[in-house]
């Protein structure tokens, strides 16, 4: 999960693209980074951290050139604690090429050994976007070997760059001198759209929230599988690069990952999140009386839009229990102290009027390792609830995430190998409700006609790029495992999120 952003123009674009990095911000906050180019020339800086925190005064004036692009980055491929893993990445072969990414490759570690072996390139770092950025510039250079850099050209390039990897991409790169390029994974599993200002001044973003909030209107999203050059003179050149694309967008932006005022695909973020809390309150009548109900209250921030709309269907009054702290920043390891992990309650404060006496119903976005719920259950019942019930806007998370979700193994998920009986007596709810994965999809997918399907791997299993096994899931784990240390040691807001299930729009 990351957010990027690039924009071509004939005025600066330093400050436009850290206001749309700020729009991002809640797509990651691990590290930031921003390249300009001015004539050939590339400017870059990039640091890890809040995008606040990495750029100042000094950083943005040696950011000039009206073309440019940015990312915030949540790791969930390589080293969370390297700087030189954050984006954006550069290679000076062919014209200077500068890539962010946003997603994740599942056949990293092949194509990592293809390129070493057969086209003589080396990989310093354990990124697949530096794997991405090497397959990209090899191809490019063989497409305009004989030929200037023509749209034809880019977007043969770009073509046979889908043949080699798999897994989730979305992508925009400057090719110096020449242009801006984006195109989208042809399972359209990370969004991707693009706008234009009144000057013509273009940008392409992860979400339209960064368009509008820029003063672009959006003109619409990257197709599956489809490539987008806009070249120095600002003309929009488009191709489709993939002879069977199909648009599967991932469940779980839509669940917590976009800004509600997003739209993504044709899909109201905002709608979605009301019609899962519709079809949850169906789920939920089936399962247990209303009228045991006294308020619904939700787990800041994501769960709002659900928990208003199933207050209503229900007929229950909807209040704010929890008050969420968004100051929380690292915990910082001092000289003779030892590791402190972060308590969901440095994060939420319980408002006790809400709760005493009350049979309270807690809605949240979606539980993932259980263990932060079960600790806001508790807040609950300290707070004087009589009863606490929760339910959850999405389905049982009983599958590991491998397209660019930072979404635990197996072995840490609260749902996996586990009933719903089972995780309730872990969480200490009296009753818990969960999202059906049938209706979910159904009552999102009716916002856009025509969608061929929605990536839902987490909920039911399907990985929909045909090419993930049992041994891209021990990789996975190998890798969390070896990052384990330095997660315990320092945490970072970002890593937060899928263990402390109270998050939202950042």
């Known amino acids: 999960m990351c957010g990027i952003v690039g924009v071509i123009s004939k005025q600066p674009v330093n400050q436009l693209i850290y206001d749309a990095l700020l729009l991002l911000q809640h797509?990651?906050?691990?590290?930031?980074?921003?390249?300009?180019?001015?004539?050939?020339?590339?400017?870059?800086?990039?640091?890890?951290?809040?995008?606040?925190?990495?750029?100042?005064?000094?950083?943005?004036?040696?950011?000039?050139?009206?073309?440019?692009?940015?990312?915030?980055?949540?790791?969930?491929?390589?080293?969370?604690?390297?700087?030189?893993?954050?984006?954006?990445?550069?290679?000076?072969?062919?014209?200077g090429l500068v890539l962010v990414h946003n997603g994740n490759l599942t056949n990293a570690h092949a194509l990592k050994k293809e390129l070493f072996d057969v086209d003589r390139r080396h990989i310093n770092t354990e990124s697949d976007t530096e794997v991405l950025i090497n397959v990209v510039a090899h191809e490019l250079e063989r497409a305009a070997r004989e030929v200037p850099v023509t749209p034809e050209a880019v977007f043969k390039a770009v073509a046979a760059v889908q043949k080699r990897i798999k897994?989730?991409?979305?992508?925009?790169?400057?090719?110096?001198?020449?242009?801006?390029?984006?195109?989208?994974?042809?399972f359209g599993i990370r969004p991707l759209c693009f706008g234009q200002a009144d000057n013509g001044e273009f940008m392409v973003a992860s979400e339209s929230v960064a368009l509008e909030g820029t003063g672009h209107k959006l003109v619409r999203d990257v197709a599956p599988g489809e490539a987008l050059f806009i070249d120095m003179n600002g003309q929009v050149h488009t191709q489709q690069c993939n002879d069977s694309p199909s648009l599967n967008p991932c469940m779980f932006e839509f669940v917590y990952l976009a800004r509600p005022d997003s739209v993504m695909d044709g899909i109201s973020v905002y709608q979605a999140r009301l019609n899962m809390g519709e079809t949850l309150a169906q789920r939920l009548i089936s399962t247990m009386?209303?009228?045991?109900?006294?308020?619904?209250?939700?787990?800041?921030?994501?769960?709002?839009?659900?928990?208003?709309?199933?207050?209503?269907?229900?007929?229950?009054p909807y209040r704010e229990g929890f008050v969420k702290n968004r100051y929380v920043g690292r915990t910082f390891i001092m000289p003779g102290q030892g590791v402190r992990k972060k308590s969901v309650r440095?994060?939420?404060?319980?408002?006790?009027?809400?709760?005493?006496?009350?049979?309270?119903?807690?809605?949240?976005?979606?539980?993932?390792?259980?263990?932060?719920?079960?600790?806001?259950?508790?807040?609950?019942?300290?707070?004087?609830?009589?009863?606490?019930?929760?339910?959850?806007?999405?389905?049982?998370?009983?599958?590991?995430?491998?397209?660019?979700?930072?979404?635990?193994?197996?072995?840490?998920?609260?749902?996996?190998?586990?009933?719903?009986?089972?995780?309730?007596?872990?969480?200490?709810?009296?009753?818990l409700i969960y999202q059906d994965v049938d209706a979910m999809k159904r009552v999102v997918g009716a916002l856009r006609p025509g969608l061929d399907g929605f990536e839902a791997s987490c909920f039911d299993g399907r990985y929909i790029t045909g090419d993930v096994s049992a041994e891209d899931f021990a990789t996975l784990k190998e890798q969390r495992e070896s990052q384990g240390k330095g997660a315990e040691e320092e945490e970072g807001p970002a890593r937060t999120r899928l263990a402390l299930q109270s998050g939202g729009e950042g």
Do not use: W
């Not at 000094?58 to 030189?84: D, F, K, W």
């Open 346 to 431: 440095q994060k939420l404060n319980a408002i006790g009027l809400e709760f005493k006496n009350r049979n309270v119903l807690l809605v949240d976005d979606s539980i993932v390792r259980g263990t932060t719920s079960k600790e806001i259950v508790q807040m609950a019942r300290e707070a004087g609830a009589k009863k606490v019930y929760l339910a959850s806007a999405a389905p049982p998370v009983r599958f590991p995430n491998v397209y660019g979700i930072d979404m635990p193994t197996s072995e840490e998920l609260i749902a996996h190998n586990r009933s719903i009986e089972e995780i309730r007596q872990y969480i200490g709810a009296d009753a």
């Open 167 to 186: 897994g989730s991409y979305a992508v925009i790169a400057l090719i110096a001198g020449h242009g801006l390029l984006a195109f989208r994974d042809p």
């Open 27 to 95: 797509r990651g906050q691990d590290a930031a980074g921003i390249v300009t180019m001015q004539g050939n020339k590339c400017f870059m800086h990039k640091a890890r951290g809040m995008v606040r925190d990495v750029f100042r005064t000094r950083n943005m004036r040696a950011l000039p050139g009206s073309i440019g692009l940015g990312q915030v980055r949540y790791p969930t491929a390589g080293n969370a604690y390297s700087e030189e893993e954050a984006q954006p990445f550069y290679v000076n072969a062919p014209f």
């Open 289 to 316: 009386p209303p009228s045991d109900i006294d308020v619904v209250i939700p787990i800041p921030e994501s769960s709002r839009p659900s928990a208003m709309q199933l207050a209503h269907k229900i007929g229950k």
